[in-house]
């Protein structure tokens, strides 16, 4: 089994800066692409951003410039951070990974930002 936990949620003010983290754990035998998706009450699951293995990087346009994806294969973890954070960046947020050949789908169970304004 492959588990994805989310980290790194909270209540910022606008303005204000979050990091979240995922970490994927379990039988893996390669991670394709990772990324962030978020949903906001009453609003469809949408893609944050997105990263391949090698490190080419994908964004909405709402958070160009503010949001940055990382990860480390090492480590099996991706991270996002977010600068500059608005009041409609409010969401859950989770982390997604494709795993293995057959680049199987998993989620994480999300974890909620909250800005304030």
């Known amino acids: 089994q492959v588990r994805l936990v989310e980290s790194g949620g909270g209540l910022v003010q606008a303005g204000g800066s979050l990091r979240l983290s995922c970490a994927a754990s379990?039988?893996?035998?390669?991670?394709?692409?990772m990324g962030w998706y978020r949903q906001a009450p009453g609003k469809q699951r949408e893609l944050v951003a997105a990263i391949t293995r090698g490190g080419s990087t994908n964004y909405a346009d709402s958070v160009k410039g503010r949001f940055t994806i990382f990860r480390d294969n090492a480590k099996n973890t991706v991270y996002l951070q977010m600068n500059s954070l608005k009041p409609e960046d409010t969401a859950v947020y989770y982390c997604h990974a494709g795993i293995g050949p057959r680049d199987v789908v998993y989620w994480g169970q999300g974890t909620q930002v909250t800005v304030s304004s």
């Open positions: 379990g039988s893996i035998f390669s991670i394709n692409a």
